[in-house]
């Protein structure tokens, strides 16, 4: 537990240290066709409650809440359960439930500067939020943190079974 606060703590500063001048958009862009996005939470060091969800842009809505920062478990991880296209934009929404009452949207240009988006690799990016409205908060970036990443959609199992027992039947016949 200790090293996992440490390690969130330096991988908060090494981000806030990053160009802190020009506040960069955090929305996620999807990297491919077909991809089946996951969200895992890496943790939280804060004494306020958030609930994190995503903005579905397709139907314009608010997903269920995915993750509360209070009752998340380290590795815990959703599947979203969508097929994104290649530069489809992917948006969180992190509303601040008991404490400094509050809402942040990687979608609302106001508060861009609450996110930073650090990318892992290309299927990976990796979410810190800073949970009091700046210049108020205290920028450690380490109050909900979360991983995102991207699979390349695969072949559904009904159409591999099929061929397996295309096969066996091929294999019995040669036997008779
Ligand atoms: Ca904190
Ligand atoms: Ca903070």
Known sequence: MKTQAALIAMT??????????????????????N???SVTWLGALSSYTGDLTWLNADTATVSPV???????????????????NEGDRFD??????AGGLDVFSTAEQRDWNQFRVTEI?????????????LPRGDADYNDAVFEVSFARTIPAPGSLALLGFGGALMGRRRRD
């Open 121 to 133: 690799n290309e299927t990976t990016f990796q979410v810190n939020i800073e949970d009091i409205r």
């Open 12 to 33: 908060a500063m090494s981000v806030s240290s990053l160009a802190q001048a020009d506040i960069a958009d955090p929305g996620i862009i999807t990297p491919f066709d």
């Open 66 to 84: 995915l993750f509360n920062n209070k009752t998340a478990e380290v590795n815990d991880s959703r599947s979203l359960g969508v097929a994104l």
């Open 35 to 37: 991809a089946q996005v």
């Open 92 to 97: 969180f929404i992190y509303e601040i439930v």
